[in-house]
C-alpha cells in the first residue's frame, strides 16, 4: 500500500456496471515528508474517507475489488483501504521523503 | 484507475483474434488539473468514449476484465467517461 490523500471525487454516470453505486475518489500519493508522489489516481472507496483525509491505497486490483465486495473479476485497480489518524517516524527519518 | 483524455483512435485490420471487434482509442493521461502527463498509450473501451472525452482508464489484468464475457487481450480499458471532477488540494 501507499500513503495518500484525498483531493477530490469523480463523477460518471456512463461507466462500467461494476462501477455503479461506488464512490470514486481521486487520491494523490505522497512521500513521508506530505510531498506530491506521481499522480493522482482514482480509486475506489468503502469508508467514506473525505477530502484532506490521508488515506491508505492500495494500486492492485484483487485488494481494490474486494475491498469493495465486487470480485472477482472486476475493472477495478485501487481502493482506498484505509484512514489514517496518525504516522510515527524514526527521528532520524523525519522530513526524508 | 487514472484519469486520461481520449485524443484519437487506431484501426488494425491485422490483429490478435481476441482484439476483433474492439475499439483502440489513443489516451492521453492527465492529472485531475488536466494538465497532460505521462505517456500516451492505446485502450481498448468498454464505454463507447467519444474523441476528446475526459474519461478514467483501468490497467493490466483488470483491463481485460472490464470486456468480459469476451475473452480480451488488454492491458489498458477506458471504464469510464467523467462528467465532472472535484479537485481540492490543500489539505
Redesign the interface.
Given at each position: 500500500m501507499q500513503i495518500g490523500?484525498v483531493?477530490?471525487?469523480?463523477?460518471?454516470?456512463?461507466?462500467?456496471p461494476s462501477?455503479e453505486g461506488l464512490k470514486?475518489l481521486?487520491v494523490?500519493p505522497l512521500n513521508l515528508d506530505g510531498t506530491d508522489r506521481g499522480?493522482?489516481?482514482?480509486?475506489v472507496d468503502a469508508l467514506d474517507a473525505g477530502?484532506?483525509d490521508r488515506v491508505l491505497l492500495t494500486n492492485e486490483?484483487f485488494c481494490?475489488?474486494s475491498s469493495v465486495g465486487r470480485w472477482p473479476?472486476?475493472?477495478?485497480?485501487?481502493a482506498v483501504l484505509g484512514v489514517i489518524e496518525e504516522i510515527e517516524l524514526l527521528p532520524d527519518v523525519r522530513g526524508q521523503r | 484507475?487514472?484519469?486520461g483524455r481520449v485524443i484519437g483512435r487506431v484501426w488494425a485490420t491485422v490483429k490478435n483474434q481476441n482484439l476483433t471487434g474492439q475499439r483502440l482509442l489513443i489516451v492521453q493521461?492527465v492529472?485531475?488539473e488536466l494538465k497532460d502527463?505521462?505517456k500516451r498509450i492505446v485502450c481498448t473501451d468498454?464505454?463507447?468514449a467519444g474523441a476528446g472525452e475526459l474519461i478514467?482508464w483501468?490497467?493490466?489484468?483488470?483491463?481485460s476484465?472490464?470486456l468480459?464475457p469476451d475473452e480480451v487481450v488488454t492491458d489498458g480499458?477506458i471504464?469510464?467517461?467523467?462528467?465532472?471532477?472535484?479537485?481540492?488540494?490543500t489539505?
Open positions: 490523500r483531493i477530490g471525487s469523480v463523477v460518471a454516470t456512463r461507466k462500467h462501477h470514486l481521486l494523490q499522480d493522482a489516481v482514482v480509486a477530502v484532506g486490483g481494490a475489488g473479476a472486476t475493472p477495478i485497480d485501487a | 484507475m487514472f484519469l493521461p492529472t485531475p502527463t505521462g468498454a464505454t463507447g478514467y483501468v490497467r493490466a489484468r483488470e483491463a476484465y472490464a468480459l480499458t471504464v469510464g467517461i467523467v462528467d465532472h471532477l472535484d479537485v481540492k488540494r489539505p
